[in-house]
């Protein structure tokens, strides 16, 4: 629904000009470690969060964000509706939004084509922004809902949104659009979900996303804190939250940057908490439990510029209603940032229904905050395993089994993954009498399995208890030490289980998973293990439990399992393995400097020095005038000015205003602390307040809680972000070697496949590329003679044409000159194609020795020029630029000079971020090597295939001539 057209306007913003985080996405896609639903979701997320501002979706909706800017003349409406269309941004989204077309089984239909009646028959009597709102749910902070399915990346998709935001902040820290902390809330009453999250999270490389220097700096700002500690300490008579008290540590909020909190949802955000009977929240407040965590709550309200990634969001569950409503309580204090929530599916078992009018209702049967939907079919086609889905009638739940460990044993006990894991099966067995008194007996007795082959895991009960060993060897499943191949479950194992090393799952009766999850834990099977193969599972499935699952796949997924049958192996494409020639071509590196510009947070000072900050509390910045002007009834009375310096307030007393002090600062400031400087405190105190018959009251001119937290924040170091830019000398490889990956065959790879080979060939037995014309022309008279002799001689062939058999190509004849590895794909660009074959055709490129190597696919080469554009003393980065060609010379075994030429459109020289790194490109970055190495050796030439290409030829030439000079 609303993600196909928020699809539409972000693939609009990022072709255009203003789009500038194009080089990150470049970047990311270039490094090739994200899934495309990972990426595409991160451009989704990027798109409302930079261009759309991070406002919520019914505020974008209302200001006509999303509208498609249909012509209004050419509707069939009056002329009321047109000027309400006209004037209303609101009304105008809402009448695009039902008359977006969507498709059917009998071509295309408008979304919602009652509403679109009834919107252009009553245009003057509808509430737009009310409806908009309704239609979001009635929220008033950003929450975007992501659907992946499971096995996608959800986890490094988090990740990668965490690392992006922060960058963002670091360099625009004043920017409120970018979140500074986060909290990362993880399904399921399991504590052991938090430890394999979180564990994800800090393996996640930023590197991926953000280059160096920049993602090692955000790595060692990012702090993780597992809130997860059930209970105040055995000895404490306060209500202190031991989390709470983690979070404290962090104090004083103000700056705080980089903090990441994962914890459990329903154990501690929602611990003590209750919905009335009419949806509100109630907190309780009987016992010191029910103070622990409001305290933790409350605590957590107060960080900075918070962002929330919810996962597994089930939108009426009671949980998630129960957490919307906390949520929205902690955005009173203005701290939220944004919510994102992660789900399966975005369609509803139920649809949401939203009135209009009286006899008026729009139903959605999707989330409507659902922004980015990659469904479960496109996963499979991609990169989950291929499912073989069979359903099994008429046979008890041990012959099903039976069947299905036959199947897995055919197909995959010799199967060993890249990783070094092995292929395992689980069969869900409903009950723990059920595993122990028939499936494993079956298992070992009947089909004769090695119990060293199996693992039973379940959680016990009176008569049956699993060693402690049983729950190591599960969790060392999707490693290489396991030698398991059968695992037998109980009530475990249906979600948060990543195993991606399980290539199979049976469900043999039904109770073996409850009847809403069999979709959850048929799936298990299908994570991927090696990247860019081909690989398949096994699901055996009784009757009812096919029933199931086909019912829920219709439902939450739009499929069946028929189609999941048949989606198998992808039709391929014909890929074209590449090839260095480094080694052959002995190619040096290329020395250069770049430009290193670093925003570090400093501390300023070593000791925060507490009593001469104390000492040094300007009180008048805090103290706000008050005038009272009197003046008769008649304008012509003089008026009276009278200066007032204390109002009378609330009493005050000296150690209750120490202790106010030391508890805003949630304990990291103790009353001790400050009775240190209790002479220092007094003198302010005594000028904040005003005494009146031996009491003393605060003077409420004051702002007295700005200075209490100037107090506070004398008993802490000062901070500080420091721009440093300095040039650095580096040097870079024109290949990466093992990023050179197989291409898919296109018209645009060059040289061909034959001429590949016949380099190839040539390199390998240093065949001399000269050949002698005089023997040929030998042998192509005798074939002429002998032709002619006998009556044939019209058969006989051009002297050239003959020639070309022995000769060789104009491809295979530059080898020297080109071509550092093969082919070069410019299926981007014919344009490079025909500028390369035609440089090395040029005389004064030929009689100078030069060489030219095609740089522009930016995921295998190493020069990449980090470009800059200046803002008063300050350098914002522009991203990294790549350039198409390098033209060298060598000198004594080294590169001595490089021309840089960029070849581009029109449409993309004319973009805002290629015009800023283009001029830094001409002038920063060829004036400070120029300079370092003391003598010219980069150029820079620019030209655009928009332009003849003979004049731009005769520009490169008029440039080599000049440049390079003997």
């Known amino acids: 629904m609303l993600q196909t057209i928020i699809e539409y306007h972000k693939n609009q913003w990022l072709n255009s000009d203003e789009c500038t985080i194009r080089p990150i996405i470049d970047y990311i896609k270039n490094k090739g470690q994200l899934r495309e639903a990972q990426y595409e979701a991160i451009e989704t997320y990027l798109f409302l969060k930079i261009k759309g501002q991070n406002k919520p979706l019914w505020e974008l909706f209302s200001e006509g964000f999303f509208s498609n800017g249909d012509d209004l003349s ?266 994102l929530g992660y789900s399966g599916t975005p369609y509803l078992s139920k649809k949401d229904e939203v009135g209009i009018a009286e006899n008026i209702k729009i139903k959605f049967s999707q989330i409507t905050n659902t922004v980015f939907y990659y469904p479960l079919t496109t996963a499979i086609k991609q990169f989950l395993k291929k499912p073989r889905v069979e359903q099994v009638s008429g046979l008890t739940s041990v012959q099903i089994i039976k069947k299905g460990v036959d199947d897995f044993f055919k197909n995959y006990n010799s199967t060993i993954y890249e990783n070094r894991t092995i292929a395992k099966i689980a069969i869900y067995c409903g009950s723990i009498e059920n595993l122990e008194e028939k499936v494993f007996p079956f298992l070992t007795d009947e089909m004769k399995i090695s119990p060293e082959l199996i693992l039973k895991y379940h959680k016990g009960n009176k008569k049956y208890k699993l060693p402690k060993e049983n729950e190591t060897e599960f969790a060392s499943l999707d490693t290489p030490l396991s030698k398991k191949k059968i695992i037998l479950l109980v009530q475990v194992g249906k979600e948060g289980w990543d195993c991606k090393s399980l290539t199979g799952v049976i469900l043999s009766q039904k109770g073996d998973c409850p009847t809403n999850m069999v979709l959850q834990t048929s799936c298990r099977c299908l994570r991927q293990v090696d990247r860019d193969k081909q690989e398949t599972a096994i699901i055996w499935l009784n009757e009812d439990n096919a029933k199931s699952l086909d019912k829920q796949l219709k439902e939450e997924q739009h499929t069946s399992i028929k189609e999941l049958n048949n989606l198998g192996k992808q039709d391929k494409t014909e890929m074209i393995e590449r090839f260095s020639r480094l080694d052959f071509l002995k190619l040096p590196k290329i020395d250069f400097y770049q430009l290193k510009v670093e925003y570090n947070t400093i501390t300023i000072e070593e000791n925060p020095e507490p009593e001469n900050k104390i000492k040094s509390i ?175 001689g019209n058969f006989v062939p051009d002297f050239n044409q003959y020639k070309s058999q022995y000769d060789f190509s104009p491809a295979v004849k530059s080898k020297y000159q080109t071509f550092h590895y093969l082919p070069y794909d410019f299926w981007q660009s014919g344009f490079e194609l025909k500028f390369l074959k035609e440089v090395v055709t040029l005389k004064e490129f030929n009689e100078r020795k030069l060489e030219i190597y095609y740089n522009g696919e930016k995921h295998i080469t190493d020069f990449r020029i980090l470009c800059f554009a200046k803002k008063g003393n300050n350098y914002q980065r522009v991203g990294l630029y790549t350039p198409d060609f390098l033209i060298i010379k060598r000198k004594d075994e080294a590169i001595a000079n490089v021309l840089i030429v960029e070849t581009k459109g029109s449409g993309y020289a004319e973009q805002t971020t290629f015009k800023l790194r283009k001029k830094f490109m001409e002038t920063e970055f060829l004036q400070m090597n120029n300079d370092k190495f003391g003598y010219k050796k980069f150029e820079y030439l620019f030209l655009q295939d928009d332009a003849k290409f003979d004049d731009n030829l005769a520009k490169l030439n008029e440039t080599i001539v000049e440049f390079f000079k003997d």
């Not at 659907?147 to 988090?158: D, E, H, Q, V």
């Not at 990634?309 to 009426?316: G, K, M, S, W």
């Not at 004398?714 to 040039?727: D, G, P, W």
């Not at 016949?758 to 192509?780: G, H, M, V």
Request: hydrophobic share 35%.
């Open 74 to 339: 050419k509707l069939n409406i009056n002329q009321t509706a047109r000027e309400i269309f006209d004037k209303n941004k609101a009304a105008k989204s809402l009448l695009d939004f039902s008359r977006f077309k969507v498709k059917n089984g009998n071509g295309t239909e408008t979304l919602l084509p009652d509403l679109e009646k009834y919107i252009i028959n009553n245009s003057d009597k509808i509430d737009y922004e009310n409806i908009i709102k309704r239609i979001f749910y009635g929220i008033d902070y950003s929450d975007y809902l992501f659907s992946l399915p499971m096995g996608a990346g959800k986890t490094f998709l988090m990740a990668s949104i965490i690392y992006l935001d922060l960058y963002f902040a670091l360099n625009e820290p004043d920017n409120k659009n970018f979140a500074h902390n986060f909290i990362i809330l993880v399904p399921s009453g399991l504590k052991s979900s938090i430890v394999p999250s979180i564990k994800t999270i800090e393996k996640f490389d930023p590197t991926w996303i953000i280059p160096e220097p920049s993602a090692s700096k955000l790595k060692n700002l990012i702090n993780f804190e597992i809130l997860d500690q059930p209970k105040t300490g055995k000895k404490s008579n306060k209500a202190r939250n031991p989390n709470a008290q983690k979070v404290n540590n962090y104090q004083p909020f103000e700056e705080l940057m980089g903090l990441v909190m994962v914890v459990n949802a329903e154990k501690v955000i929602l611990d003590r908490l209750e919905l009335t009977a009419q949806g509100e929240l109630f907190e309780k407040t009987e016992d010191e439990k029910d103070k622990q965590a409001n305290e933790l709550r409350n605590i957590i309200s107060k960080i900075p510029n918070l962002q929330i990634h919810i996962d597994e969001v089930h939108h009426a569950a009671t949980d998630d209603i129960k957490l919307r409503k906390v949520v929205t309580k902690w955005n009173t204090n203005g701290n939220i940032n944004s919510v």
């Open 618 to 792: 300007e009180l008048k910045d805090s103290f706000n005038k008050a005038v009272i002007v009197q003046r008769g009834l008649s304008q012509k009375d003089q008026k009276t000015k009278d200066f007032v310096s204390k109002v009378k307030g609330e009493p005050a007393n000296f150690y209750n205003w120490l202790f106010e002090i030391a508890k805003g600062s949630f304990n990291t400031i103790l009353l001790k602390d400050l009775m240190k400087f209790d002479t220092e405190l007094e003198k302010i105190f005594q000028t904040i307040t005003v005494e009146e018959k031996k009491k003393r009251f605060y003077n409420e001119l004051y702002s007295h809680n700005k200075i209490k937290s100037e107090i506070r924040l004398a008993f802490h170091c000062k901070r500080n972000f420091e721009t440093k830019s300095e040039i650095i000398p580096d040097t870079a490889q024109m290949l990466i070697v093992e990023n050179l990956q197989s291409v898919p065959k296109n018209d645009k790879l060059y040289p061909s496949v034959e001429e590949t080979k016949k380099i190839i060939d040539t390199d390998a037995k240093n065949t001399s590329l000269e050949i002698d014309e005089a023997e040929i022309r030998k042998a192509f008279d005798i074939i002429k003679q002998n032709l002619e002799q006998q009556g044939m």
